[in-house]
């Protein structure tokens, strides 16, 4: 069963554009975390040798799945915006194969979250890509 | 003579400009983003000019972190590609460029990307036989105000006569 929350989610994340343009699903909602997919598109090919993705879609899957994971933490933010996002590339991803970026909002003080977030394609026993980031937290007024 | 002082400087500009965009015309996704590459010697700059589908919030409207991030890989990417085939170029010698493989990249975001034009300069701070150490800098309006950072390393591809 779809919840409520996660079908106003997944609207949030198709309207924003650039989600839209790589095709992002939003497949999991949780309390502070977040699973976004995305398919393999030709059109994001890092490496035509190879066909594998370009580490730069990668990169802004995952850190749209750590803003989502953000704005459901049970702080409630108004809204948030990356202030830093560190992501270690450890393996190519298999062409093909659709990427899965799981984010993780551990912990949130007044002002700021942080997110742990690892991109997977089917394998998920060995992550493609692993991430930190630092989001700003828009508390709404008491 | 290539690379001579007295080749013609139509013949230096063409040889130069081919090289780039060479390098550049391989990477699918760069076309997807529209990013393009403004050469001065052998120094470049890389264009994002706005689109659409760039945005991430639309309510502001700012362009999208992963976006921004996306941008300066690439950047960085095509930067040290290129100053490291530069001297084989300017020798004649051409040979396809494997690109650099991404080990990690680390973005601070300054201020919010608007919703226009941006440019990334990639600097490369260590350049090994292995690995390399690349910095950029992306901004917008105003070259002093950039609206993000960013510090990666790379793995080299390796030379096909590097084995003898």
Redesign the interface.
């Known amino acids: 069963m779809e919840s409520q929350t996660l079908r106003n989610a997944r609207q949030f994340i198709a309207a924003l554009p650039h989600a839209q343009a790589l095709a992002m699903d939003l497949v999991e909602l949780g309390s502070g975390f977040a699973t976004v997919t995305m398919p393999w598109d030709a059109r994001l090919v890092g490496d035509p040798a190879t066909g594998v993705l370009h580490g730069g879609a990668v990169s802004a899957l995952m850190d749209t799945a750590s803003g989502a994971a953000v704005m459901c933490h049970p702080a409630a933010p108004m809204s948030t915006a990356t202030l830093g996002l560190r992501v270690d590339y450890m393996r190519p991803a298999t062409t093909g194969q659709p990427i899965t970026a799981r984010a993780v909002c551990h912990h949130v003080t007044r002002n700021v979250a942080f997110v742990r977030v690892t991109a997977t394609d089917a394998d998920e026993t060995r992550p493609v890509a692993m991430g930190t980031g630092t989001f700003t937290l828009d508390r709404p007024a008491p | 003579m290539i690379g001579a002082a007295h080749e013609p400087v139509k013949s230096v500009k063409s040889r130069r400009d081919q090289a780039l965009a060479a390098l550049v015309a391989?990477?699918?996704?760069i076309?997807?983003?529209g990013i393009r590459f403004d050469r001065r010697g052998d120094e470049i700059t890389a264009l994002l000019p706005f689109d659409?589908?760039?945005?991430?919030?639309?309510m502001i409207p700012?362009l999208?972190?992963?976006?921004t991030?996306?941008?300066m890989?690439?950047s960085a990417i095509i930067e040290l590609a290129w100053s490291s085939q530069w001297l084989d170029m300017e020798a004649g010698v051409s040979q396809p460029m494997?690109?650099p493989?991404?080990?990690?990249?680390?973005?601070?975001?300054l201020r919010?990307g608007l919703a226009r034009d941006a440019y990334a300069r990639a600097v490369v701070t260590r350049s090994g036989r292995r690995f390399a150490s690349v910095q950029v800098q992306a901004w917008q309006d105003n070259r002093a105000k950039p609206f993000a950072m960013a510090s990666a390393h790379f793995l080299m591809p390796e030379k096909a006569d590097a084995q003898d």
Do not use: S
């Open positions: 391989g990477v699918p996704y076309q997807f983003l659409d589908k760039l945005i991430g919030n639309p700012a999208h972190g992963g976006v991030a996306a941008f890989e690439v494997r690109l493989k991404t080990i990690d990249f680390n973005v601070d975001y919010a």
